[in-house]
């Protein structure tokens, strides 16, 4: 639990900036909201792609996202916070 919490403060916020700019927040929103099986299939296939992303500068925020994505409270978590944040 505490390891999400340092994740949301880590990269949470600029997720947020990103998703409300391209327009894809509420889509993500219900997505977490709705689709945490598929979610949960979609990190399983992202931690293959580990491996190639480890040494490249945004390789922390790729593991963050595959973390998150691993775990239904992960996904709870942010869900509330995309919901309590206005763009």
């Known amino acids: ?9 880590d990269y949470w916020s600029g997720w947020n900036k990103f998703l409300t700019g391209w327009g894809l927040k509420p889509l993500v929103c219900t ?8 979610l949960s299939l979609i990190s ?9 992303f480890k040494g490249i500068p945004f390789g922390a925020q790729y593991r963050a996202v595959v ?18 944040v206005r763009g």
């Open 67 to 84: 973390d998150t994505l691993g775990y239904e409270d992960g996904m709870d978590q942010l869900y509330h916070f995309l919901q309590g």
């Open 44 to 52: 399983q296939v992202l931690c293959l792609g580990m491996q190639l």
């Open 31 to 38: 997505l977490l909201r709705d689709a945490k099986p598929l």
């Open 1 to 9: 639990m505490l390891y999400f919490l340092v994740m949301k403060s």
